[in-house]
């Protein structure tokens, strides 16, 4: 079960939109990510470079976490909104649900729950 202080250090990177070295900080070197229903990707590693390649598609990234996150004993969840503006100047506005599983300090297994509509560029 990760400590308070654990997730609002989380919940802090993220929102620096420090997306890489949260994922290099917080999660397990096995840990799982899985958008909807889609295969995991499985793997920091992996995490970490498919994270890097999205980040480099954008301009700027605002993070927002809509409090409060729940917890339950190793299970959280947190509600995002991320903001993206890409290299091309299209803007997006995402809310989703990040669904954790933590093992420990660590986040182990991690599913979002998001409309992909959501992706439509704002006019």
Not at 19 to 31: G, N, R, S
Not at 53 to 66: D, E, H, L, Q, Y
Request: charged share 30%; proline share 7%; hydrophobic share 40%.
């Amino acid at each position: 079960m990760p400590s308070a202080a654990t997730l609002e250090r989380f919940i802090a990177q993220v929102e620096r939109n420090e997306h890489v070295e949260a994922i290099e900080a917080f999660y397990a070197p096995d840990a799982s990510m899985q958008e909807n229903n889609q295969p995991p990707r499985k793997g920091r590693d992996v995490l970490v470079t498919n994270e890097a390649k999205v980040m480099a598609r954008m301009k700027s990234v605002k993070s927002t976490c809509v409090r409060p996150v729940f917890v339950n004993g190793d299970l959280v969840v947190i509600r995002w909104i991320f903001e993206f503006e890409t290299l091309d100047g299209k803007r997006t506005r995402i809310e989703e649900l990040a669904y954790q599983r933590w093992d420990g300090e660590s986040v182990a297994e991690e599913k979002f729950f998001y409309d992909p509509a959501q992706f439509q560029p704002l006019p």
